[in-house]
């Protein structure tokens, strides 16, 4: 599993590839909290080259959405494959992000 994130004129980007499963979630975790600061701005989630999600990865979705919520920002979700558009149908996240 890996994270990326880049900035760009009031917009943060984060990719994930592989797995969002538990372990990779908390990997991920120490990465993802600093821009719960920063969720003021626009945050991308790219799901292009993510592959699996799990319930801690959903965990890290909703978390941004909320800090988002807070400060005013927003979160869009970008590139999900079929898989995990099944599991943002299951869960009900697909009515709470902007999906592209």
């Known amino acids: 599993m890996k994270t990326k994130v880049t900035r760009e004129e009031g917009q943060i980007t984060i990719a994930f ?3 969002l499963d538990t372990p990779a979630a908390q990997e991920a975790n120490p990465v993802i909290n600093p821009l719960l600061e920063e ?3 626009t945050i991308i989630i790219d799901c292009k080259d993510l592959t699996y999600i799990s319930s801690s990865g959903l965990r890290i979705f909703l978390t941004l959405r909320k800090a988002a919520e807070d400060k005013k920002g927003k ?4 590139n999900i ?3 995990i558009r099944s599991v943002f149908m299951m869960t009900g996240f697909l009515n709470l992000f902007d999906i592209r």
Do not use: K
Not at 75 to 78: F, K, Q, Y
């Open 17 to 19: 590839t592989g797995r």
């Open 81 to 83: 494959n079929d898989d």
């Open 75 to 78: 979160v869009i979700v970008e």
């Open 39 to 41: 969720a003021g701005n």
